[in-house]
C-alpha cells in the first residue's frame, strides 16, 4: 500500500527530532520534509503536497496559525494537525476556524499523537479531552450568560444606577436616592453606558423599559 506522507514544522530542532521518531513507528508514514518557522512550513506543504503538516502553535516567525491559514488558501483539502504547549479556549477555536483538522497538547504522551495523525488522516477531526473540556466550559458558561441576560456584566451598584436613569432618575437625583455623590454616580452610569454599548441617556431608559428593570418611582422626585 502507498505510504502516506507527512511535512513536520516545529521551531526546536529536538521537538522536531522527537516527532519524526514517534511518527515514522507509523505504517505506511513517510516524513518527507522538516520546517523549522512558519513560511518555511507553507513552501515545505504547497511544494510536495503531503498528506498531512503538522504543525507547532507558536511557530516561529508568523506562528502556526499564520501558517494553516496560508497552507489551506492554497491547499484547500490539506490536512493539518496543530500543537499547542500552552493552548486555551480561544486559542483552540481560532485554529479550528482557520480549518485545523486535529488539536492536541505537545505534551501528550507517544500513542496519543500517533492516535491523532491516524484520526486526521482517515478523515476525521481530532481534538484531545483537555481541549474539548475547555470547548465543553466555555459554552456552558457562555450559554448562562445567554440565559440570565445582557445585564449579568454590572455590578450591582451599576445596575442601581441602571434602575434608577432608566426610570428618569436624574444623576443628581439617583445619587440622592441611594445617598452616593454625583460624582459617583456618574462614573457608574458610565460604566454602565460602555459595558452594555449604550450611546445615550435616551438608549439607555428604552433598554431599561424594554427589560422591564427600571426603578419604581420612591420618595425622589425622578426628573
Given at each position: ?61 508568523e506562528g502556526g496559525v499564520w501558517a494553516l491559514r ?34 492536541m497538547r505537545k505534551n501528550a504522551p507517544s500513542p ?87 450611546r445615550s441617556a435616551i438608549d439607555l431608559r428604552l ?17
Amino acid at each position: 500500500m502507498k505510504k502516506r506522507r507527512a511535512v513536520i514544522a516545529d521551531g526546536h530542532n529536538l521537538v522536531r527530532l522527537g516527532l519524526c521518531a514517534v511518527l515514522q513507528d507509523l505504517d505506511r508514514l513517510e516524513i518527507v520534509a522538516v520546517a523549522q518557522d512558519a513560511k518555511e512550513a507553507v513552501n515545505q506543504t504547497l511544494a510536495l503536497s503531503p498528506d498531512l503538516t503538522v504543525l507547532d502553535l507558536h511557530l516561529p516567525a508568523e506562528g502556526g496559525v499564520w501558517a494553516l491559514r496560508q497552507i489551506k488558501a492554497g491547499l484547500p483539502q490539506q490536512r493539518a494537525l496543530l500543537m499547542g504547549d500552552k493552548g486555551n479556549e480561544t486559542s483552540v477555536r481560532d485554529a479550528l476556524r482557520s480549518g485545523c483538522n486535529g488539536y492536541m497538547r505537545k505534551n501528550a504522551p507517544s500513542p496519543e499523537l500517533r492516535l491523532a495523525v491516524s484520526a486526521v488522516l482517515s478523515g476525521e477531526m481530532y481534538l484531545d479531552a483537555d481541549y474539548s473540556r475547555q470547548l465543553v466550559l466555555a459554552d456552558h458558561a457562555q450559554g448562562m450568560r445567554d440565559a440570565a441576560g445582557p445585564l449579568t456584566c454590572l455590578t450591582e451598584r451599576e445596575l442601581t444606577v441602571f434602575r434608577l436613569i432608566g426610570a428618569g432618575y436624574t444623576n443628581r437625583a439617583a445619587a440622592e436616592r441611594i445617598r452616593l455623590s454625583h460624582k459617583t454616580v456618574e462614573k457608574h452610569r458610565a460604566a454602565v453606558m460602555q459595558k452594555l454599548r449604550l450611546r445615550s441617556a435616551i438608549d439607555l431608559r428604552l433598554m431599561a423599559r424594554e427589560l422591564g428593570v427600571a426603578a419604581a418611582p420612591g420618595t425622589s422626585d425622578p426628573a
